[in-house]
């Protein structure tokens, strides 16, 4: 159901960055998502859609298969 939210979580971690930061540079996309979403995507209690792997490589910097 969801195999990047431990690499998103990594990822965000080695940026320094905390939940509500990377929540709020999200917004910066028009990406309303909350913290309590993010920790539930994290700990793979929610999925992710192509659409959100593609907008968190974006907001992470990364290439979208280092989320895989």
């Excluded at 990822?11 to 905390?18: K, S, Y």
């Excluded at 999200?26 to 192509?50: F, M, P, Q, Y």
């Amino acid at each position: 159901m969801n195999i990047v939210g431990e690499n998103i979580k990594k990822i965000r971690e080695n940026n320094g960055w905390t939940q509500e930061q990377l929540a709020a540079k999200c917004h910066l996309l028009e990406w309303n998502i909350s913290r309590g979403t993010l920790a539930k995507i994290e700990s793979n209690v929610r999925g992710v859609s192509d659409k959100e792997v593609k907008l968190f490589s974006i907001v992470l910097k990364v290439k979208i298969n280092e989320l895989f």
